[in-house]
């Protein structure tokens, strides 16, 4: 068996991957200079991947995939395949059958402490009061409603996409005392932490109870763009969203006009807006607005997974992928080409 690595692995990496796999399994990479080690080239990986069995990897550069005619198995190092889907490789595996697992849960603790980050610094005005600390100055009147702080005890907080994520994120906010509402596609699946579990038929009565709304969703066929301006309607303009699940899941233009109208208190988000629908003008893959610069949003730009322990993990989980598919035993994280997911 030949197993492709589609990024600049280390000796360390390759190494491990090679102990991993069963006697005899080449595992190969590109090799040359580089300008991110995590990508790769059309050429870089041309001569290995026609006669590959196997890929591991973050990105697949275009045209690999029409010369990978051997190609039985995709372990891809990240938790969304929303990327796999928009760019035909998900329609691919169906016509040629070859599989395709992802590392979904590798990056969920990282995410969700990131998660509640965004939350805290939304209830407590961090960024704000971190700047009026810099200026010295003094907040006052004392308990003005624009500089007071919010509180999660004894508040509730709606997770939508109680997934690998969502259900951690669940179990932080019981920590800090707060009542979980979740929203998931199947609501008879059990969730620890979750208090009362709904369908997605129920979300803008979750909604409509919620302090703080916290976005997990995968973004599918059924997840695009699906939480709009009926949604934040449905909110307490008091209420807090925060996004970690995929930008595309909501709608910007909406977003903004509710954070900017005082329909929504505040917002923020570790995952941003990508226009690429086929050919969008102008085009781009971020904001549209200047939504990251109002008072009322705080941000990161797709660093939640930045942390320690998660590439270690990335590379533990995609090489277990592989086993799973090189000792023929069922893929434990293999991704349903139906759903999407």
Known sequence: MKVLCLWHATKDEIESIRKAMPRGT????????????????????????????????????????????????????????????????????????????????????????????????????????????????????????????????????????????????????KGLDMHVLGVRRNKERPAEYVDSMHGVDELHSVLAKCDYVVLATPNTGETFQFFGKDELAAMKPSAFLVNVGRGNVLQEKALYQALTSGRLRGFAADVWFKYDFGRSFPAGYSPRSDIRKLPNVVCSLSEAHN???????????????????????????????????
């Open 26 to 173: 080449e595992v190969v990479t590109p090799e040359g200079e580089y300008f991110s080690r995590f990508e790769s080239t059309y050429s870089d990986l041309v001569r290995h991947a026609v006669d590959a069995d196997a890929f591991i990897g973050w990105t697949l550069p275009t045209g690999i995939m029409e010369i990978s005619h051997k190609l039985k198995m995709l372990s891809w190092l990240h938790s969304g395949v929303d990327d796999l889907a928009q760019t035909g490789v998900l329609a691919l595996a169906k016509q040629r059958g070859f599989k395709i697992a992802n590392v979904r849960g590798a990056n969920a603790i990282a995410i969700a402490e990131q998660a509640m980050m965004l939350v805290l610094a939304l209830a407590k005005n961090a960024i704000f009061k971190h700047q009026v600390a810099l200026e010295n100055r003094w907040l006052f009147p004392l308990f003005a409603d624009e500089t007071r702080s919010a509180m999660l005890n004894g508040r509730t907080m709606g997770v939508i996409g109680v997934g690998s994520i969502g259900s951690l994120i669940a179990k932080y906010a």
């Open 307 to 341: 942390a320690d322990d998660v590439l270690e993990r990335y590379i533990k989980w995609g090489t277990q992928n592989l086993m799973e598919f090189a000792t023929e035993k069922p893929l434990t994280r293999e991704i349903n080409l139906d759903l999407g997911y």
